[in-house]
């Protein structure tokens, strides 16, 4: 797996925070990969989604970063995958808690509720902190596990 690889994805609703937040991640020395989508033609979240799962799966990210409109719609579609928590935050309290208690690999945020700094300092959080594991550890196992 490639941890220092952020892959990061959104629906035509997170494009504009998706840059934003590209450059960050390079500034901060971060390898990227940018899934898409590129502009502002209406496109299918679950599709970003499921790149992401996908670049997480394969090995060629370590954590992802998802986004669409409130970030409610691709979060669900991420988190079909068993190997996916995706976590989506409201802000940095959220962002840390998601890392430290639940060990999320794909942070996700709303393009249209959430604003520009928040965002960054949500997503330095989520890169910094790290999975507490004890008593959360077998919360997070079960949570991968299928159910039927």
């Not at 797996?1 to 998706?18: R, T, W």
């Not at 902190?129 to 159910?147: D, I, N, S, W, Y």
Request: hydrophobic share 45%; proline share 3%.
């Amino acid at each position: 797996m490639s941890p220092d690889v952020i892959a990061l994805a959104s629906d035509h609703g997170g494009v504009e925070l998706k840059a934003l937040l590209k450059d960050e991640l390079l500034k901060a020395g971060h390898g990227v990969l940018d899934l898409g989508t590129e502009g502002p033609q209406s496109v299918d979240y679950p599709d970003f989604a499921e790149a992401m799962a996908e670049a997480i799966r394969s090995g060629s990210a370590g954590r992802g970063v998802l986004i669409c409109g409130t970030g409610i719609g691709i979060s669900i579609a991420a988190n079909r995958y068993p190997f996916i928590r995706a976590a989506l935050v409201s802000d940095v309290t959220t962002a840390r808690l998601a890392r430290s208690h639940n060990d999320a690999n794909v942070l996700v945020l709303g393009g249209r509720t959430m604003g520009a700094e928040v965002a960054k300092d949500c997503l330095k959080i989520f890169l910094e902190t790290p999975f507490e594991g004890g008593r959360h550890a077998g919360r997070v196992l079960k949570m991968g596990q299928a159910r039927t």
